[in-house]
Nanobody, 124 residues
Framework: QVRLVESGGGLVQAGDSLRLSCVAS????????MGWFRQAPGKEREFVAA????????TYADSVKGRFAISKDNAKNTVYLQMNSLKPEDTAVYYC?????????????????WGQGTQVTVSS
């Protein structure tokens, strides 16, 4: 099993920045991938960004390209999501996810492990 714990959410104003962190524990592997998804009230959970822990390959949703950056620190078993130029439409609960394969896919069903989520609220 893999346990994921997110942190770093909060209430900010439009244009501000936040950095989310996700610490993995348990049966973690460097040959794996981790991602961030988000879910706004009344909406489906959607892909945000993902990264391969070994190769560092990244992929992003079009809605966050150029504003968000995903990174990793394998020594700390931690993945980060740096969010800049935040918009009210970025308001959601952000979830960290992990899979035991190295390809950072965009499909939520590829990720069997999930954190509890952290709330990000962006006011206009």
């Amino acid at each position: 099993q893999v346990r994921l714990v997110e942190s770093g959410g909060g209430l900010v104003q439009a244009g501000d920045s936040l950095r989310l962190s996700c610490v993995a524990s348990g049966r973690t592997s460097s040959n794996s991938a981790m991602g961030w998804f988000r879910q706004a009230p009344g909406k489906e959970r959607e892909f945000v960004a993902a990264i391969s822990r070994s190769a560092g390959t990244t992929t992003y949703a079009d809605s966050v390209k150029g504003r968000f950056a995903i990174s990793k620190d394998n020594a700390k078993n931690t993945v980060y999501l740096q969010m800049n130029s935040l918009k009210p439409e970025d308001t959601a609960v952000y979830y960290c996810a992990a899979r035991q394969q190295p390809i950072p896919t965009t499909r939520r069903y590829d990720y069997p492990y999930w954190g509890q989520g952290t709330q990000v609220t962006v006011s206009s």
